[in-house]
């Protein structure tokens, strides 16, 4: 069964920096279109980063744009989203999938922005 684990979570200070990393299971998702979303407690899932299979173009939501980068290692079957500046607005549970989603989501990971 194909797998996305998600990593690098945690509570941070705003201004502060995490950089989360979605480990795939499978050799087939180098061939995918690759986003990271999140889910706020209440609202819906967003998309706010994606990456096309040959790691460009990305693309970012506004609210990110400037402060979040992703990035993938193909070797690696790994997804990046290096995350600056952080608010507390980026609170969220923050989850990969392929851009649109087409798989199973993961368990994610909580990232917290509080003082």
């Known amino acids: 069964q194909v797998q996305l684990v998600e990593s690098g979570g945690g509570l941070v200070q705003p201004g502060g920096s995490l950089r989360l990393s979605c480990a795939a299971s499978?050799?087939?998702?180098?061939?995918?279109?690759m986003g990271w979303y999140r889910q706020a407690p209440g609202k819906q899932r967003e998309l706010v980063a994606g990456?096309?299979?040959?790691?460009?173009?990305?693309k970012y939501a506004d609210s990110v744009k400037g402060r979040f980068t992703i990035s993938r290692d193909k070797a690696k079957n790994t997804v990046y989203l290096q995350m600056n500046s952080l608010k507390p607005e980026d609170t969220a549970v923050y989850y990969c999938?392929?851009?649109?989603?087409?798989?199973?989501w993961g368990q994610g990971t909580q990232v917290t922005v509080s003082s």
């Open positions: 999938n392929t851009d649109p989603s087409s798989t199973a």
């Open positions: 499978s050799v087939i998702f180098r061939f995918y279109d």
């Open positions: 990456i096309s299979s040959g790691s460009t173009p990305t």
